[in-house]
């Protein structure tokens, strides 16, 4: 993919959070958003997503944020899905971006 709009799309944000349950401290990603961005691979640095709207608009999800992105589908992908037509509140509102398939945890 060498065109730059292959790696615009829309992707789920997951906020980090922590608990402890039987005395041991977990960590869990919850919901924020579902929001437009850029996906990128760098070569030396890895995956990284921005996200341009959104409760977190401007801000860059890297391997050591706060934030971790899922689901990411390019605006191509996402308009094959829609009968080929661009519609920024269809793809907000199909919920691929889903209303969600709940937290998970991992032990730290």
Known sequence: ??????????AN???KKQC???GKKQIY???L???FGFNYNFKNYGKEF?????????ETIGSDSVYKYDDFKTLDELCAENNSTYNYNTFKNMCTY???I??????V
């Open 98 to 100: 889903r209303d969600f």
């Open 13 to 15: 944000i997951f906020e």
């Open 50 to 58: 921005v996200a341009l709207t959104g409760k977190i608009a401007g």
């Open 33 to 35: 958003d579902s929001c």
């Open 1 to 10: 993919m060498n065109d730059a709009m292959a790696y615009v799309g829309l």
């Open 20 to 22: 402890t349950i039987d």
């Open 102 to 107: 709940g937290y998970y945890f991992t032990l």
């Open 29 to 31: 990603y919850e919901k």
